[in-house]
């Protein structure tokens, strides 16, 4: 029946776990509505024989709907809409919630190619490596213009923004190669950004991570020479440590837990943090981006309104690699839940 439908309605290959809830929906919509296209059609048909003008002068017959008619084709298609809502409002929470295993990549649209960085290994142009069977979350950002991350084998779209972290996940079921696309205009080579997302299965992701590991100790120094670079072998949370010591971090926010001019970064990442105006929000990387780019938005409790804002400062690149660097220095892993007295991780020298 799959197989079917998909031949039926062009659609590609499906080649992750939310795929198949994409699709399934898909199916259900379409098969509904070209039944009610279907019997609307027919009635229509049937309506002009059996009310068609006979004689010149006959006058067109007034129908009256009966009540139990007219509640019959109010609540039926509502039935047909809400149950649409209810599958799909359950998928769209799914996968808008990472799963707490989930591998973290960050990924960086640029005009006209996308960049991709791992938090403990390197980084990749245009194509993606991943383990297949294993959850993945995307953190998405801009350098420059609107982009939108598509991959249409794993049925998952979302939008690249300059300034901010958007996020999706997905679980690739099979080994293999899939296209990227960009579906968000972007310019005049917005049909040629395209990308690959390459799923290894365990042994040849394990062969992959100890052949770019082994390039990462060899070019390590030369890779956090520079700032400016998009780390390619260098952890990126020893060049988020860097870059926070370039642009003077370290001159409001202490790394130990004590009070400063502004939150300590000890603990930050994963802690529901008080605004001024009374809004409790998580520090998440999208949070912690938009107070990098919009310090003024949302001003933490106790904290004056004093921090510049890094809005065309700092490249997406060294963006991610400061919250990776915060990330180090939590206190419990925020997707476990758990609590500890110190960090999980002892803070980068």
């Keep these: 029946m799959n197989e079917l439908m998909n031949n039926i309605l062009f659609l ?45 002068n006959q006058a067109t017959e007034y129908v009256v709907p009966s009540v139990k008619t007219e509640f019959l084709f109010v609540v039926l298609p509502l039935i ?36 991709f960085s791992y938090p403990e290994g390197p980084n990749g142009v245009n194509v993606l490596h991943v383990p297949a069977n294993r959850p993945v979350r995307l953190l998405i950002t801009s350098r420059d213009v609107l982009h939108s991350f598509f991959v249409p084998a794993f ?84 060049q988020g440590q860097k870059v926070a010591a370039e642009v003077g971090c370290f001159k409001c926010h202490t790394v130990n837990g004590e009070p400063h001019i502004g939150p300590t970064f000890l603990g930050l990442y994963g802690r529901q943090q008080t605004m001024q105006d009374g809004l409790s929000l998580r520090s998440d990387e999208a949070y912690i981006t ?25 490249t997406g690149a060294q963006t991610a690699a400061i919250v990776e660097y915060i ?14 007295q110190g960090p999980v991780y002892e803070p980068i020298q």
């Design 12 to 56: 590609p290959e499906r080649a992750s776990t939310f795929a198949e809830r994409v699709d399934q929906l898909h199916y259900f919509v379409v098969i509904v509505t070209m039944l009610s296209s279907l019997a609307v059609g027919t009635a229509a048909v049937f309506f002009f024989f059996r009310y068609r003008r006979r004689t010149p």
């Design 80 to 115: 047909f809409f809400l149950t649409w809502f209810v599958i799909g409002f359950r998928d769209f929470v799914w996968v808008s919630t990472p799963p707490k295993d989930a591998m973290d990549v960050y990924v960086m649209g640029k005009q006209w190619m996308w960049k």
């Design 155 to 238: 049925r998952i779209k979302m939008d690249a923004v300059p300034g901010r972290y958007t996020q999706i996940w997905f679980e690739a079921t099979k080994p293999g190669t899939y296209q990227i696309l960009c579906t968000e205009y972007c310019g005049l080579s917005h049909s040629k950004m395209l990308g690959e997302v390459v799923v290894l299965s365990a042994e040849q992701w394990d062969a992959w991570v100890k052949e770019q590991r082994q390039g990462y100790l060899a070019n390590r120094q030369d890779a956090l020479a520079d700032v400016s670079l998009v780390p390619h072998t260098a952890r990126m949370a020893e």
């Design 290 to 314: 938009q107070s990098m780019m919009d310090p003024g938005a949302h001003i933490a409790s106790g904290f004056p309104n004093v921090m510049p804002t890094f809005q065309g400062k700092l």
């Design 327 to 340: 990330k180090t220095l939590r206190t419990p892993d925020i997707r476990t839940g758990a609590s500890s």
